[in-house]
């Protein structure tokens, strides 16, 4: 028997199966290998002393997943493939819809027919599109998403809710990460973006190794103490633990729940610069300009429905974040391709 990871090469995917495999999970990975390398599944057999099975196909394609499902008694399946650069979502909307919408309805097709009926899904904060207030619950409205990427995730959030309506024997949770950051404390896995990064941490660590010249910090005018964007950042071991602690308590409850995973802390980017200036013992190198398009002022958890349904908390603080994405990009410059 074993546990289904969809996209388990990528960022979050492989500290996922690492943890999975660490309490003694047999694993499948599913990945097509679109943005990450099979070096990040080599490190983790590396650091577990255990081998997940790889199977590198498209999720898209049904024959792929017939063969595989008939070939594992697979229990559970854990979904990260998809698509997530915002900007590139709004050059390339259909991409977008197809890999991360049409690829979910595939599986979940294919999950009924081989009767899997377990489901936990990769979904983002961003489903909250501009928050009214924060911290944000589940309570809180959802919509006005300001992408394809975003309104995707939504998307899936409506129809994986109208399908368990129509098969509640489905056990179906779709976890809502803040902003997933850090790396295992090995050095060995890390985030690998492709190109220049667009999200924070990855920049100043691009930054502080010497890669990138200088970071530009996008407004310092929003209503937030220091003037500058606040985010919930989650060290990505803890959100991995998450998922553990999702499929522990999937029978518990609603047979569909949406649960955010964050610390239920913000923090500004100055308080990230400082930080990460601190982990890596070296000047981060910034200059202000205006706001990107499409970012909010703040946006935060509360985290206490994680808590109460999965008994689970985030227990790394920032620090422990920025000491392990330093540690990670200084033994790693050229990512998994070095
Ligand atoms: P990632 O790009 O590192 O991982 C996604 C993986 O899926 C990659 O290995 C990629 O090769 C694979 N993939 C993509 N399309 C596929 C397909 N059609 N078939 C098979 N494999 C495919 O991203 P990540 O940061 O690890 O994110 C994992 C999931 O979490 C994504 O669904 C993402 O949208 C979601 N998420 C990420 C964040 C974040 O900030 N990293 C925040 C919220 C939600
Ligand atoms: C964080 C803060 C920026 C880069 C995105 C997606 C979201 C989710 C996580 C998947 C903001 C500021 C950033 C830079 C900066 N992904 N910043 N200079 O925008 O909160 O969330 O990733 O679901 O959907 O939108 O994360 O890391 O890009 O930005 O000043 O070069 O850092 O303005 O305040 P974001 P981020």
Redesign the pocket.
Known sequence: MAILV????????SHTVLALLERGEDVVV???????SQESLLRVAELTGKQPTVCI????DRHALKTLFSQHIITDVIH?????SVSESIAHPLAYYE??VV?TLVLLDEMQRAGVHSLIF?????VYGNPESVPLSEQSRTGGTTNP?GTS?LMVEQILGDFSAAAPHFRITCLR?F??VGAHPSGRLG?DPNGIPN?LVPYISQVAIGKLPCLTVFGDDYPTPDGTGVRDYIHVMDLAHGHLAALDHKDEGEAFKAINLGTGVGYSVMDLIKAFEKAAQTKINYRVVGRRSGDVAECWSDSSLARQQLGWQATRNLEEMMRDAWNWQKNNPGGYSV
Request: charged share 15%.
């Open positions: 969809t996209g388990g090469a990528g960022y979050i995917g599913i990945d097509n290998l679109s943005n990450a196909a498209d999720i898209l990260f493939a998809g698509l997530k890999n991360n690829g990769s979904s983002s904060a961003t990427y995730k990460y902003n997933p985030e999200n």
